[in-house]
């Protein structure tokens, strides 16, 4: 028989040499073998253990603020870039000097923005993010539904306010100017001085609501300036002007003699030959202004007494231009100054159309005169006949007939600028005793001197 080997299951044991009474004993981790001997224990520092925990706070906090600012951060910007809550087109008005605060209080409260805690933050963002760019400013701003918080920082820091228009007609004195701009309610501010005669110029500007009328006025003046420079560098040459303030006055009664576009340049003609010739200018537009200054009425008809007094303007008693301009002329008639009509022409005389007839002789002036006496009397006739029981001219001299000239408060007078009657008495005849003599046009028929 042979002998066989049994399989015998392995010794089962343990690390400290002493067999294990059960397979489930043997499973167990050993004991760690001891300290040797002479080594001593290493105590755990307090001071690294507490750093070690500010360490970890910190960082913990740390991440906290990160998350919360990320949070905050999201939050906000959803709130800069989403709708507002404006459902209707809004006006808002900012005066000069409102702070900040006071500007987010005003838009909560219109509705213009939902939390005016959300419009701080994202301001003072983009304010830090753009310094310099990104500053509220005053005036009156239109906000349409549902603008954003970004568009009303863009709004109010580009300055999109809504602009109103001042149109200052051309030939009104800067008195009368000034007066038009006190009775504007969306300016502000008194003015500290009438500006000088001829310096203002006569457009229609935009203007802020709040915008002061000393600022407008230095607009106008700065504007001035810039239209007389250009318009003086295209000058034609030969022009019997020494400097850009004669082109001003000149421009200035050229303003006062025709309101229409096609007559400017070549009355301008008319006036500069006199002024070559030595003649005297005869405009009627002086004699009022020599005697009512910058409160003048214009269209006031004018007497034969006032037509002789004799004034620092009244263009019939001197000669050349007048010292100063009688109103503020308009871009038109300062380029019809300098660049004037080329031709003989030295009178013109209303026609009762509305425009005039333009001579070069006294024979074919008074010709013309002739025939606006005729148109005048018809005229006269048909106002009677509208107006019966008016009253007849009076017969002083120095006292306004009644349906005479055209004036600024009686537009149902229809005599369109009566020419002067200051011919020589081999001219014309002279006027009956008693009548009073009119004149709103220039029409000198005297002959130049040689």
């Known amino acids: 028989?042979?002998?066989?080997?049994?399989?015998?299951?392995?010794?089962?044991?343990?690390?400290?040499?002493?067999?294990?009474?059960?397979?489930?004993?043997?499973?167990?981790?050993?004991?760690?073998?001891?300290?040797?001997?002479?080594?001593?224990?290493?105590?755990?520092?307090?001071?690294?253990?507490?750093?070690?925990?500010?360490?970890?706070?910190?960082?913990?906090?740390?991440?906290?603020?990160?998350?919360?600012?990320?949070?905050?951060?999201?939050?906000?910007?959803?709130?800069?870039?989403?709708?507002?809550?404006?459902t209707a087109t809004q006006t808002i008005v900012i005066p000069k000097g409102t702070s900040t605060n006071t500007i987010a209080d005003d838009l909560e409260r219109e509705g213009v923005v939902s939390s005016r805690w959300a419009f701080m933050v994202n301001y003072l963002v983009q304010s830090r993010m753009h310094p310099g760019e990104v500053v509220l400013k005053s005036g009156e701003y239109l906000f349409k539904p549902g603008v954003s918080i970004r568009d009303v920082i863009a709004i109010l820091s580009d300055g999109?306010?809504?602009?109103?228009?001042?149109?200052?007609?051309?030939?009104?004195?800067?008195?009368?100017?000034?007066?038009?701009?006190?009775?504007?309610?969306?300016?502000?501010?008194?003015?500290?001085?009438?500006?000088?005669?001829?310096?203002?110029?006569?457009?229609?500007?935009?203007?802020?609501?709040?915008?002061?009328?000393?600022?407008?006025?230095?607009?106008?003046?700065?504007?001035?300036?810039?239209?007389?420079?250009?318009?003086?560098?295209?000058?034609?040459?030969?022009?019997?002007l020494q400097a850009p303030e004669q082109a001003v006055v000149l421009a200035s009664i050229i303003e006062k003699e025709t309101g229409r576009a096609d007559e400017r340049e070549r009355i301008a003609g008319v006036f500069s030959n006199r002024l070559?010739?030595?003649?005297?200018?005869?405009?009627?537009?002086?004699?009022?202004?020599?005697?009512?200054?910058?409160?003048?009425?214009?269209?006031?008809?004018?007497?034969?007494?006032?037509?002789?007094?004799k004034n620092a303007h009244n263009t019939y008693q001197i000669k050349g231009l007048p010292p100063t301009p009688i109103c503020n002329p308009g871009r038109p008639a300062l380029e019809a100054?300098?660049?004037?009509?080329?031709?003989?022409?030295?009178?013109?005389?209303?026609?009762?159309?509305?425009?005039?007839?333009?001579?070069?002789?006294?024979?074919?002036?008074?010709?013309?005169?002739?025939?606006?006496?005729?148109?005048?009397?018809?005229?006269?006739?048909?106002?009677?006949?509208?107006?019966p029981g008016a009253a007849e001219p009076a017969a002083d001299g120095d006292a306004a007939p009644a349906g005479a000239a055209a004036t600024a408060g009686n537009p149902v007078t229809e005599i369109p600028n009566p020419p002067a009657e200051d011919a020589p008495a081999q001219a014309s005849a002279p006027a009956p005793a008693g009548t009073t003599i009119l004149s709103e046009i220039p029409l000198p028929i005297r002959k130049p001197k040689k």
């Open 337 to 387: 100054a300098l660049n004037p009509s080329q031709h003989g022409d030295v009178f013109f005389v209303a026609d009762g159309t509305g425009g005039h007839i333009f001579s070069a002789t006294l024979k074919d002036h008074n010709a013309a005169v002739a025939n606006w006496r005729k148109v005048e009397k018809d005229m006269r006739a048909r106002q009677s006949a509208a107006t």
């Open 1 to 86: 028989m042979s002998n066989l080997r049994r399989d015998v299951s392995p010794t089962l044991s343990r690390r400290d040499g002493m067999r294990p009474r059960s397979p489930a004993e043997a499973l167990e981790p050993g004991r760690a073998p001891p300290r040797p001997h002479g080594m001593r224990q290493r105590k755990e520092s307090r001071v690294v253990a507490g750093f070690a925990r500010v360490v970890s706070g910190v960082m913990t906090l740390a991440l906290v603020i990160m998350l919360a600012g990320g949070a905050l951060t999201l939050f906000t910007g959803h709130l800069y870039t989403r709708a507002g809550p404006l």
């Open 160 to 240: 999109k306010s809504v602009l109103y228009k001042v149109t200052i007609p051309e030939g009104l004195t800067s008195q009368q100017i000034v007066e038009r701009l006190k009775a504007e309610e969306n300016l502000t501010g008194d003015v500290a001085q009438i500006p000088t005669e001829g310096s203002l110029m006569p457009e229609t500007y935009s203007i802020e609501k709040g915008m002061s009328r000393q600022e407008l006025l230095e607009r106008m003046q700065a504007k001035q300036k810039q239209v007389l420079d250009a318009a003086w560098e295209r000058r034609r040459e030969g022009l019997p």
């Open 276 to 309: 070559t010739k030595g003649m005297p200018l005869q405009s009627d537009p002086t004699i009022l202004y020599g005697i009512y200054g910058g409160g003048v009425q214009w269209g006031k008809p004018i007497l034969q007494s006032e037509k002789d007094a």
